[in-house]
């Protein structure tokens, strides 16, 4: 998993074994092999080797397979394979949550879960929030792979003190998941959003720009709501709607759930990854 460093480790090691003693070498590609580093005139080169010499390569989504032969200019076969997850059960009840969060009955409770990193887009992420009418109906809980402090300051001048709850580095994401009513995310691009699939599974559908591999993920209108432009106006009229609309939110959370169990859970990607490697090694 990922090109740099793994695959290109791979490679060197395979290369510094006799023949008999050389194992075959799958590479999955991930956003940042081909989004972040795909271009890097360092690293482009050291990605493109790793694919060439590998036995066989994945991809997480449609869009990140063309983005890959578009950049890299990699013309080999590259297979698509989506994300899978697999909850664990809840810890704590979805009320005992929202009791600890402080997110009243009358309040949705907003969720947004990622890094943190720019391409994530968390100034557009507050700037819809702020948009959003009336100002008391929500919560929005981050759960942050990274430091927010960078956003604290953004927090206080958008006047969305009290509606922002910061949770950095939670193991327990299940106990969020379960007790938020819908998930909201921003991103410039992604490869596929396995946050967005974190929360189908808890019947939590999401507000998402139609960005990168997100159209794979989310059936629009049906298990979620995508937003064709950058503009949180547009984003803060899609995230009302399903606010006001508890029946139509619950609806297409159940419809995502479904979605997610179809379609991207273990028991239907893994197989298909166990019979690529079985395939690979003849």
């Given amino acids: 998993h990922y090109a740099v460093p ?3 480790a791979a490679i060197l090691a ?3 074994l006799p023949p008999e003693l050389q194992p075959r070498v799958v590479t999955t590609l991930h956003g940042t092999d081909t989004t972040l580093l795909g271009d ?3 690293y482009g080169p050291a990605i493109h080797h790793a ?3 590998s036995d066989a390569v994945t991809a997480v989504s449609a869009y990140l397979k063309a983005e890959t032969q578009r950049v890299l200019g990699f013309n080999g076969p590259i297979e698509v394979i989506h994300n899978f997850f697999a909850p664990r059960p809840p810890r704590r009840s979805r ?3 929202r009791r600890e969060l402080g997110v009243a009955d009358n309040e949705a409770m907003i969720i947004h879960s990622s890094n943190l990193r720019p391409v994530k887009r968390i ?3 507050l700037e819809t929030l702020a948009r959003v009418r009336p100002r008391d109906a929500f919560k929005l809980i981050v759960l942050a792979g990274g430091s927010f402090e960078p956003f604290v300051k953004d927090v206080e001048r958008l006047g969305l003190n009290g509606r922002v709850i910061i949770r950095e ?4 994401i299940e106990d969020y998941l379960q007790a938020a009513d819908l998930g909201l995310f921003t991103s410039e691009t992604e490869s596929f ?3 967005i699939l974190e929360a189908m599974y808890f019947g939590c559908p999401s507000v998402a720009r139609r960005a990168g591999g997100i159209p794979e993920v989310v059936e629009d209108k049906v298990s979620g709501l995508l937003v064709p432009s950058d503009n949180p106006d547009d984003l803060a009229r899609a995230v009302e709607g399903l606010i006001r609309e508890p029946k139509r939110r619950i609806e297409m959370g159940q419809a995502a759930q479904r979605r997610a169990r179809e379609r991207f859970s273990a028991e239907v990607i893994v197989p298909r990854y166990e019979a690529l490697y079985r395939r690979v090694c003849g």
């Fill in 6 to 8: 793994h695959a290109t």
């Fill in 14 to 16: 395979r290369s510094m």
């Fill in 40 to 42: 890097d005139p360092g």
């Fill in 51 to 53: 694919l060439t010499c």
């Fill in 95 to 97: 009320e005992k949550v």
């Fill in 123 to 125: 100034d557009l992420l």
């Fill in 169 to 172: 580095n939670v193991n327990e």
């Fill in 193 to 195: 959003c396995l946050s």
